[in-house]
């Protein structure tokens, strides 16, 4: 038998590690692992696919990351060994090899993307896709439990390079789609043929795998797209982290955004599955802001739907999604799957839910499979930038000048040193909501889904949570002025410093 942790590589709903050796870590998300998971994973496909008889189509894609060409090798070995014929996408977005199972001239049975999102170089892991969406945690700890069961049919094949990998350009053919998409909503008063040829629209790609968007859609769409930056493919990730919610990858963008005078820019995590944007005005659009952005795109097709998001959305926002849009803010749990599964749970029971966002930029569109793609989404911003120029001489960002924002927002990370750190965060968090009772103005916030969310008067709140994975207690803080943060955090301070196995040191 062998040494593999199959248990330890889940993460949520993707397989995760370490897949290049630094001096202080070994790897453990090897070759030698990803066989075990292509072979699994086709394994699987046969038992829910109820197709054991066919030979299945499966391709793979993957973004800059270094350790990709390597593990996409392994996993075609594995595949081939289970005997599905393999079909390379080369550079792709998580979103494109979804879209695989779909579009014309693919449909392949199931797919697979390597990738670990914002995580550093050498970091990675694999998304799972069939036509019915990506997989669900138990279904990837089905994959796993089945790599440790058959671990001898797979390691003692000794395989390290697949005998036949089918050569496609998917990313082509899913540009083309979304262009389509584009074309099909436009303003009559739109160029149709170049509905972008007014605008200068720059793109920052972090050198992950968004670079096709600005050849492939905007110069296509006629956008002038000089001043873009980081499209090149780097998995060192040289210039900034690829993620658009760190504060330094959006103050680039901001800046490339200003200095080249555009109308937009936009922003991608390495894998394209995360997006925001910046206007004209150098406004960043993420967060909060790019809920509400959304959210006044889709209400406007959709009048009193309800917006799923998750929990840790602001007073604000509430406010503008029920008071100014005239839609339902369904405040939900942390993690992207939580929110678009909340949303899928409230349209099967009836209730029109179009949108399901995370402030982390992930967006999931009804009318897109509750696919969380961050082309898309740029896609629905750049319809209705079109639209509302050729109508109503108006700008992108005009559409959320009446949402309120606290003026400071904080969030501090406190790790619980327990090897069983659960039932005591959990009973920290019970014990919260007798301590807050004694605290004048201090009301838990109705409907509320994860941990324990604190109104403190006007748009003050906190909410103090469990992260999803880590031995670590999350809290979240928005306030208008510096005096009610320093209270906010005393109080807290005093309630934590009960629980010795709490390193509260961050709230000083």
């Known amino acids: 038998m062998s040494n593999i942790n199959w248990k330890k590589l889940l993460s949520g709903t993707d397989v995760r590690g370490k897949a290049i050796a630094t001096e202080n870590e070994e790897a453990n998300l090897t070759a030698e692992v990803a066989v075990g998971i292509g072979f699994s994973f086709v394994s699987w496909l046969k038992d829910n696919l109820d197709q054991k008889q066919q030979k299945l189509k499966v391709a793979i894609g993957h973004d800059s990351r270094l350790s990709a060409e390597k593990l996409k090798d392994a996993l075609a070995c594995g595949m081939e060994l289970a005997g599905a014929r393999v079909y390379s996408t080369g550079l792709a977005s998580t979103p494109a090899m979804f879209m695989s199972t779909l579009l014309e001239g693919h449909q392949y049975d199931g797919a697979i993307m390597i990738t670990a999102s914002h995580l550093p170089y050498d970091k990675n892991g694999f998304k799972f896709f069939t036509r019915k969406g ?87 769409l006629g956008a002038d797209t000089e001043g873009s930056k980081f499209l090149e493919p780097d998995g060192n990730f040289p210039n900034h982290a690829p993620n658009p919610e760190d504060k330094e990858a959006m103050h680039s963008i901001q800046q490339t955004v200003l200095a080249n005078e555009a109308d937009l820019g936009i922003i991608f995590d390495t894998d394209v599955d995360r997006a925001a944007v910046v206007d004209s005005s150098g406004q960043e659009i993420n967060r909060n802001k790019l809920i509400a952005l959304a959210a006044a795109i889709v209400l406007e097709k959709n009048p009193g739907a309800t917006i799923v998001t998750d929990s840790v959305t602001s007073v604000g926002l509430k406010d503008f999604i029920e008071n100014k849009l005239g839609g339902v803010h369904h405040r939900f749990k942390r993690g992207y799957k939580n929110v678009i599964n909340e949303a899928k749970r409230l349209e099967s029971e009836g209730i029109k839910a179009p949108l399901a966002i995370e402030t982390s930029g992930h967006a999931a569109f009804k009318e897109n499979y509750f696919l969380d793609d961050g082309a898309y989404l740029v896609a629905k911003v750049l319809i209705k930038m079109a639209n509302l120029k050729a109508e109503e001489s108006r700008k992108i960002g005009d559409l959320i000048s009446e949402l309120s924002e606290a003026e400071i927002k904080e969030e501090y990370r406190m790790t619980i040193q327990l090897d069983d750190f659960k039932e005591y965060g959990q009973q920290i968090l019970r014990d919260l909501k007798d301590y807050i009772q004694d605290i004048d103005n201090w009301v838990i916030a109705p409907k509320n889904y994860q941990g324990v969310r604190v109104n403190c008067g006007d748009n003050d709140w906190f909410l103090l949570r469990m992260s999803l994975h880590d031995p670590v207690l999350v809290l979240n803080v928005e306030c208008d002025k510096k005096e009610s943060l320093d209270y906010i955090l005393e109080k807290l301070k005093v309630f934590l410093d009960n629980y010795s196995s709490v390193n509260a040191e961050t709230l000083k």
């Open 134 to 220: 990506g997989l669900e945690k138990e279904n990837v700890i089905e994959i796993l439990n089945l790599a440790a069961e058959r671990e001898s049919e797979f390691l003692n094949s000794k395989a390290t390079n697949p005998e036949e990998i089918n050569e496609i350009d998917l990313i082509s053919d899913y540009a083309e789609h979304i262009k389509s998409i584009i074309r099909k909503n436009l303003s009559p008063k739109v160029d149709q043929k170049q509905p972008l040829a007014d605008f200068k629209i720059v793109v920052d790609a972090g050198n992950g795998s968004g670079g096709f968007f600005t050849d492939k859609i905007l110069k296509s």
